[in-house]
């Protein structure tokens, strides 16, 4: 027996295809239940944001709540979900009690349980970017004020933070987000996509100029306490225990020597380009020659170069925040 082409089509849930194109009636319809399903998806979103964020931000306040909500979620995530059993939990956390008892681990889960809780904010279509810039640099501020606390979690805080359990057990771990660094200490990246744009205008000069000074203060200081060896004593040439002749971590020589100049050549170029053109191109000719002996010097000549025989660009008219 045959079956009829237009009831299996009706079995498996599909239209019979056909050559009629759509009126202008089905388009509209279409679209506007597109329109409708977005705001659905949004709406679910948006709740799960809410619980997330909530959850997070109740967790911030201290070590015993950010653990207990870590353990929680790592409970959730890789055993509830993985349908292992209640005892392999309480083995693993007792593996890990040397881990899970450290003040720097506890304190390293609230600025993560921060961050993410800023990225979930950032990534609301109604976020207020300038607002977040604010709050970004104030959560890194934060990060390098315990910095000394936190000299044996770098990994952890290094991880981004959509990637971490206590996304995976809101389900939020596949978000998506345009110029928003996932990581607190990812310096560079959240002082280049999220606080310096605002002030890259003739109007925000002093505020650019501020940042970056800022931002190249920052990275040193990330560099000194979390670049190699740690400052300290050692055993001198003669025998006895003591101060290093050169007790500065080499990471921290290479940064000032080869680093920090490229950051403050980069620094007058934003400048330069932002309008302050008679100052920063001042500074830039002076810096060049007090760098003669670095590696990128020919390159920042030739660059500026450029610069003054093209003709110069004229800065972009946007509001100061």
Same mark, same amino acid.
């Given at each position: 027996?045959? =079956?009829?082409?237009?009831?299996?089509?009706?079995? *498996?849930?599909?239209?019979?295809?056909? +050559?009629?194109?759509?009126? #202008?009636?089905?388009?509209?319809?279409?679209?506007?239940?597109?329109?409708?399903?977005?705001?659905?998806?949004?709406?679910?979103?948006?709740?799960?944001?809410?619980?997330?964020?909530?959850? $997070?931000?109740?967790?911030?306040?201290?070590? #015993?709540?950010?653990?207990? =909500?870590?353990?929680?979620?790592?409970?959730?995530?890789?055993?509830?979900?993985?349908? %292992?059993?209640?005892?392999?939990?309480?083995?693993?956390?007792?593996?890990?009690?040397?881990?899970?008892?450290?003040?720097?681990?506890? @304190? +390293?889960?609230?600025?993560?349980?921060?961050?993410?809780? *800023?990225?979930?904010?950032?990534?609301?279509?109604?976020?207020?970017?300038?607002?977040?810039?604010?709050?970004?640099?104030?959560?890194?501020?934060?990060?390098?004020?315990?910095?000394?606390?936190?000299?044996?979690?770098?990994?952890?805080? %290094?991880?981004?933070?959509?990637?971490?359990?206590?996304?995976?057990? $809101?389900?939020? &771990?596949?978000?998506?987000?345009? %110029?928003?660094?996932?990581?607190?200490?990812?310096?560079?990246?959240?002082?280049?996509?999220?606080? @310096?744009?605002?002030?890259?205008?003739?109007? &925000?000069?002093?505020? @650019?100029?501020?940042?970056? =000074?800022?931002?190249?203060?920052?990275?040193?200081?990330?560099?000194?306490?979390?670049?190699?060896?740690?400052?300290?004593?050692? %055993?001198?040439? #003669?025998?006895?225990?003591?101060?290093?002749?050169?007790?500065?971590?080499?990471? *921290?020589?290479?940064? $000032?020597?080869?680093?920090?100049?490229?950051?403050?050549?980069?620094?007058? =170029? #934003?400048?330069?380009?932002? &309008?302050?053109?008679?100052?920063?191109?001042?500074?830039?000719?002076?810096?060049?020659?007090?760098? *003669?002996?670095?590696?990128?010097?020919?390159?920042?000549?030739?660059?500026?170069?450029?610069?003054?025989?093209?003709?110069?660009?004229?800065?972009?008219?946007?509001?100061?925040?």
């Amino acid at each position: 027996m045959r =079956l009829n082409p237009i009831v299996i089509a009706l079995a *498996l849930g599909c239209g019979v295809a056909s +050559a009629d194109p759509l009126s #202008d009636a089905d388009r509209e319809a279409l679209i506007e239940r597109l329109d409708s399903l977005k705001a659905q998806a949004t709406e679910r979103l948006d709740a799960r944001f809410r619980a997330g964020v909530g959850a $997070y931000q109740a967790a911030i306040g201290s070590d #015993d709540a950010a653990l207990a =909500l870590y353990l929680q979620c790592v409970e959730k995530v890789d055993f509830i979900d993985q349908k %292992k059993k209640e005892s392999e939990f309480r083995e693993w956390k007792r593996k890990e009690d040397e881990k899970l008892s450290k003040d720097s681990f506890k @304190l +390293a889960l609230r600025h993560q349980l921060n961050w993410l809780s *800023l990225t979930l904010q950032a990534a609301s279509e109604r976020a207020d970017r300038e607002k977040m810039a604010v709050a970004a640099q104030g959560a890194m501020d934060n990060v390098l004020r315990d910095i000394e606390k936190l000299k044996d979690q770098q990994a952890l805080l %290094k991880q981004g933070v959509t990637a971490t359990v206590f996304a995976k057990a $809101y389900e939020i &771990g596949n978000l998506k987000l345009d %110029k928003w660094p996932l990581s607190p200490i990812d310096v560079s990246q959240i002082y280049e996509q999220v606080i @310096l744009p605002q002030y890259r205008n003739p109007k &925000g000069i002093d505020k @650019l100029r501020e940042n970056w =000074l800022r931002r190249i203060q920052q990275e040193s200081i990330m560099v000194e306490h979390w670049g190699g060896a740690q400052k300290g004593g050692g %055993k001198r040439e #003669d025998g006895r225990i003591g101060m290093l002749e050169n007790s500065r971590p080499p990471e *921290l020589d290479r940064f $000032y020597s080869e680093t920090m100049p490229t950051l403050q050549w980069q620094m007058e =170029l #934003d400048l330069f380009k932002a &309008g302050d053109q008679a100052g920063a191109a001042l500074r830039m000719i002076n810096h060049i020659e007090k760098n *003669l002996a670095h590696q990128n010097s020919k390159d920042w000549s030739e660059q500026f170069r450029a610069m003054l025989v093209a003709p110069l660009p004229k800065p972009a008219e946007t509001k100061a925040p």
